[in-house]
């Protein structure tokens, strides 16, 4: 027999509670961490009667999941479960944001979890938990009623202008929830290199490596070490500021400009190897793949990743 | 006395600097790129994204279309990151090359199209802004970037998929 919990949001966070009830069927509580069970899935999982599992190395089917939780600070990870309307831990305290941040809704997630936000649920808020889609508001009336030329032209005309008026929120939304704050951040970092001098230092010791063929293959090598590579993923942040830190000292003349493209790959290959077991699983991959798949990623990696650097480097010839 | 305002002025000279640099971006960066984002979003929705599933399904069978082609589209389209939602017109055993393709693309499709990955421009940009500094075009590098993106992602797909295919027989055995 299994127990619900009730999970709250810890301090400040987002969203909840949530009344987690596994079945003999949705049994499972997913740890998407990065590899590992997180103590918080293992206290869930305790408190429930359910079974724990590392949602990174071993794929699990969906139809197990009673809940799963993450530990993601606002890219891609925090909508993917929501979305799939698959109840969401955040370790994080992120609230909506990320692309798929409309389907991050209180009644299927809730942030900044911590041991002591997980109580034993009441009995009459374990009654009528009900967790299917939305079903989408507008229906449909008075379809197939023959319309006149003119009043087909304007809905047309409606439809378009309508598509594009909402194209323009969704990048404004994109501008101020992901660009400008990136923005802002980057351009602290790089007053910060250049008003304390740190610049100099770096173009003295680390650019004469980087800004060569062989510095930038070990890089690369280095970056896609199966047991670094899924840390330095989340976001791409660091391979965003690294990428920062090599502009500048493009700009100071102490690493070539052609060498731009072969760095571009050398600080990146580790891209998206945080994010494998997610990404397959939206792909609808089979549990079996996944867990073949991600050491296939991280492997295939330390041999593509140095690849990379040397295809880019041949085609920078010419580049400036 | 004197140390301590040399000591402020230093210390407000650093966010001067990085307040100069966030003005030359909103002002030199944001706008092209809202409208650019815009026009973008605005096609693929009227294109509709469905329209792509069935020619993402005929492109999946070919190895040299499944890691070039298809996440291509699948990252102009659908952007990171639904593109990976594309795995689904693929075989079982060619997914995690797929998604190891798809995802190596999330940058390099940024020269061109940032609308695709607009929350992790700065690899891209990071980079590319030294090469403004100089007073070069980036123009050059964006397209370079771009086209050695997908060889690397043919690349990559290929080594994966024959990575998978040797995990799984061990998972068997």
């Given amino acids: 027999m299994h127990k619900a919990v009730r999970i709250s949001k810890g301090r400040g966070g987002w969203g909840g509670p949530l009344i987690i009830q596994p079945t003999d069927e949705k049994n499972m509580i997913v740890s998407v961490t990065g590899g590992g069970v997180d103590p918080i899935a293992q206290k869930i999982a305790d408190m429930t009667g359910a079974v724990a599992g590392d949602g990174f190395t071993t794929g699990i089917p969906e139809n197990r999941i009673a809940a799963v939780v993450i530990d993601c600070g606002g890219t891609a990870r925090c909508g993917v479960y929501p979305r799939k309307r698959i109840p969401t831990v955040n370790l994080m305290a992120t609230g909506p944001s990320g692309p798929l941040a409309k389907y991050i809704t209180e009644d299927i997630y809730v942030s900044g979890v911590n041991a002591e936000d997980i109580a034993p649920a009441d009995a009459q808020e374990t009654a009528g938990i009900v967790r299917e889609a939305p079903v989408p508001a507008e ?19 409606g439809a378009v202008v309508g598509k594009f008026f909402q194209a323009g929120r969704d990048t404004i939304e994109m501008v101020i929830k992901h660009i400008l704050p990136f923005m802002a951040f980057v351009s602290m970092i790089i007053g910060i290199i250049q008003g304390s001098g740190l610049g100099d230092v770096i173009a003295r010791t680390i650019s004469p490596a980087a800004g060569s063929l062989p510095g930038m293959i070990v890089i690369s090598f280095i970056c896609a070490i199966p047991f670094i590579s899924p840390i330095l993923g989340p976001g791409a942040v660091i391979a965003q500021v690294v990428g920062v830190i090599v502009g500048e000292q493009i700009a100071k003349g102490a690493i070539r400009p052609s ?46 990743g140095p690849i990379a650097v040397i295809i880019a480097y041949i085609f920078s010839i010419g580049l400036y | 006395m004197d140390y301590l305002a040399k000591l402020a ?3 407000i000279n650093l966010f001067n600097l990085g307040g100069a640099t966030f003005l030359s971006w909103v002002t030199g960066i944001i706008p092209t790129l809202v409208v650019l984002i815009t026009f973008v979003n605005a096609l693929i929705s009227i294109i509709g994204e469905e329209r792509m599933d069935g020619f993402a399904k005929a492109c999946g069978k070919f190895f040299l279309l499944r890691y070039t082609v298809v996440p291509v589209i699948a990252m102009f389209v659908l952007c990171n990151p639904m593109a990976y939602t594309f795995g689904r017109f693929v075989e079982e055993k060619h997914k995690p090359a797929f998604y190891d393709a798809a995802v190596s693309f999330c940058h390099p499709i940024t020269g061109l199209f940032p609308h695709a990955n607009a929350g992790e421009l700065f690899v891209y940009l990071g980079i590319a802004n030294g090469i403004t500094a100089l007073g070069l075009s980036l123009s050059p590098l964006a397209v370079r970037y771009f086209i050695v993106g997908v060889i690397v992602i043919l690349i990559r797909g290929i080594v994966t998929e024959r990575l998978t295919l040797r995990f799984m027989k061990k998972g068997e055995g």
């Fill in chain 2, 9 to 11: 002025e230093g210390f």
């Fill in chain 1, 259 to 304: 060498l731009a493209l072969p760095a571009l790959f050398a600080i990146d290959a580790q891209v998206g190897c945080d994010f494998i077991p997610v990404g397959l699983s939206l792909g609808e991959a089979e549990p079996d793949t996944i867990s073949a798949g991600v050491p296939a990623v991280l492997f295939s990696r330390m041999i593509t």
């Fill in chain 1, 139 to 157: 229906a449909r009336s008075g379809a197939g009623k023959s319309q006149d030329a003119v009043t087909r032209i304007g809905k047309g005309v």
